[in-house]
């Protein structure tokens, strides 16, 4: 036999192992750490694109005003089809931890730790508190609150420094009822110089809901001295203006309102309440009028009493 035919047996052979080594591990590729970071963004991104029919952007959509430390890198549309592969896995991994009661395992701890990229966890809690929150997170978008809880607990566990869980639990317990504890948690995250702005809203609100009036309205003026674009909170605001009998600062809350919102109906009602207790009847009646067309009748009963020619 000579050394071409040789040669060519070698390199069959060659193949052939290649081959069968491919074909065994098909499938089976880990899910990195850079990849899962990157996953968020292009599901959002994916979502928008269906909804607009245009291609991704790069940039983050978003809401939970969420955030993270850890900011997503961007990615570029050459790497859609290389995450699209990785979906399905991601996704069956997600499933599985919610099967286990979302309880956060020894198997998910050295899932990360073993990864050719991950993350020395030992060296850098912060990234493993993170990684745990943004879990949380994803629950949290899916209105499912106690379980998201879960995972800020294991986060704050992991590294009560970090004040981002804190914000986020805040919002999961706001949101069943449990205004006192959010309340808690807010605080904890400005504690830790949460940089947040959101976070005066949220305890603004939960201290609302607990009848806390002042400290929901200090919560809420240092809030929209920063933020000028929230017409929930100025609505709020305005209210608590209001029942302090500061009718003219109530007035100029509810006309940002309504410059921001103009179909807030409650916006004008309680404008054309405050106008009446300032002596301004023709604004009052007014106010009350836009109201019930918008669809609030408690403001037609007003009309009835204020408005009589």
Same mark, same amino acid.
């Given at each position: 036999?000579?050394?071409?035919?040789?040669?060519?047996?070698?390199?069959?052979?060659?193949?052939?192992?290649?081959?069968?080594?491919?074909?065994?591990?098909?499938?089976?590729?880990?899910?990195?750490?850079?990849?899962?970071?990157?996953?968020?963004?292009?599901?959002?991104?994916?979502?928008?694109?269906?909804?607009?029919?245009?291609?991704?952007?790069?940039?983050?959509?978003?809401?939970?005003?969420?955030?993270?430390?850890?900011?997503?890198?961007?990615?570029?549309?050459?790497?859609?089809?290389?995450?699209?592969?990785?979906?399905?896995?991601?996704?069956?991994?997600?499933?599985?931890?919610?099967?286990?009661?979302?309880?956060?395992?020894?198997?998910?701890?050295?899932?990360?730790?073993?990864?050719?990229?991950?993350?020395?966890?030992?060296?850098?809690?912060?990234?493993?508190?993170?990684?745990?929150?943004?879990? *949380? #997170?994803?629950?949290?978008?899916?209105?499912?609150? /106690?379980?998201? %809880?879960?995972?800020? =607990?294991? +986060? !704050? @566990?992991?590294?009560?420094?970090? *004040? #981002?869980?804190?914000?986020?639990?805040?919002?999961? /317990?706001?949101? %069943?009822?449990?205004? =006192?504890? +959010? !309340? @808690?948690?807010?605080?904890?995250?400005?504690?830790?110089?949460?940089?947040?702005?959101?976070?005066?809203?949220?305890?603004?609100?939960?201290?609302?809901?607990?009848?806390?009036?002042?400290?929901?309205?200090?919560?809420?003026?240092?809030?929209?001295?920063?933020?000028?674009?929230?017409?929930?909170?100025?609505?709020?605001?305005?209210?608590?203006?209001?029942?302090?009998?500061?009718?003219?600062?109530?007035?100029?809350?509810?006309?940002?309102?309504?410059?921001?919102?103009?179909?807030?109906?409650?916006?004008?009602?309680?404008?054309?309440?405050?106008?009446?207790?300032?002596?301004?009847?023709?604004?009052?009646?007014?106010?009350?009028?836009?109201?019930?067309?918008?669809?609030?009748?408690?403001?037609?009963?007003?009309?009835?009493?204020?408005?009589?020619?």
């Amino acid at each position: 036999m000579n050394i071409f035919a040789i040669i060519a047996i070698s390199s069959v052979a060659l193949v052939i192992i290649w081959l069968l080594i491919k074909t065994n591990f098909a499938g089976k590729r880990r899910i990195r750490y850079k990849e899962r970071v990157n996953l968020n963004q292009y599901l959002e991104e994916q979502e928008i694109a269906k909804k607009s029919s245009v291609i991704p952007s790069q940039t983050n959509p978003d809401q939970i005003p969420f955030g993270s430390k850890n900011q997503s890198s961007k990615i570029s549309l050459s790497k859609n089809k290389q995450l699209e592969e990785i979906v399905d896995d991601i996704t069956a991994y997600d499933s599985t931890i919610e099967e286990e009661n979302l309880a956060y395992t020894a198997e998910f701890d050295a899932y990360y730790e073993n990864q050719p990229d991950a993350v020395d966890f030992a060296q850098h809690p912060d990234e493993k508190s993170t990684k745990t929150y943004e879990l *949380g #997170v994803l629950l949290l978008k899916e209105k499912k609150y /106690k379980e998201s %809880i879960e995972y800020f =607990d294991k +986060a !704050i @566990e992991i590294n009560p420094a970090d *004040g #981002v869980p804190f914000y986020y639990r805040g919002i999961a /317990k706001s949101n %069943i009822n449990l205004a =006192d504890q +959010a !309340i @808690e948690d807010y605080t904890d995250a400005m504690l830790r110089k949460l940089n947040i702005i959101d976070v005066f809203y949220q305890r603004g609100i939960s201290k609302y809901k607990v009848g806390d009036k002042k400290g929901a309205l200090d919560d809420l003026t240092r809030y929209v001295s920063i933020v000028k674009s929230n017409a929930e909170a100025y609505y709020i605001k305005g209210l608590l203006e209001f029942e302090k009998e500061e009718y003219s600062d109530a007035i100029a809350d509810f006309n940002r309102t309504i410059i921001l919102n103009p179909n807030h109906e409650s916006a004008y009602f309680k404008r054309g309440m405050a106008k009446h207790h300032t002596g301004n009847k023709e604004g009052c009646c007014k106010d009350l009028k836009s109201a019930y067309e918008k669809g609030n009748l408690e403001a037609f009963h007003y009309m009835k009493q204020f408005c009589k020619e």
